[in-house]
Nanobody, 115 residues
């Protein structure tokens, strides 16, 4: 079992920045791919960014150049640095990792971008 917990969400003005963090815990030696998803009201949950155990990254087109995903294997964390935030980025952001084909999710952290 893997427990994921997000932190760092909040209210920010357009153009501002936030740094989200996901902490993984459980009876595991290492984490494979870690990912950040988001879900806005009335929208489907969508993949924002992912990072493999070898630190290969992938980003949604909508956030390329603005968001950066990273990981710290010693701390078992994944961060999502979000710069130049837009109103359209408003959503609940979820940390995700697979384990034996089963998707594990954090409870989410709210990011609200508003003037």
């Amino acid at each position: 079992q893997v427990h994921l917990e997000e932190s760092g969400g909040g209210l920010v003005q357009p153009g501002g920045s936030l740094r989200l963090s996901c902490a993984a815990s459980g009876s595991i030696f290492s984490i494979g791919t870690m990912a950040w998803y988001r879900q806005a009201p009335g929208q489907q949950r969508e993949l924002v960014a992912s990072i493999t155990s070898h630190s290969d990254t992938n980003y949604a087109d909508s956030v390329k150049g603005r968001f950066t995903i990273s990981r710290d294997d010693a701390r078992k964390t994944s961060d999502l640095q979000m710069n130049n935030l837009k109103v359209e980025d408003t959503a609940v952001y979820y940390c995700n990792t697979p384990l034996w084909g089963l998707q594990y999710w954090g409870r989410g952290t709210q990011v609200t971008v508003s003037s």
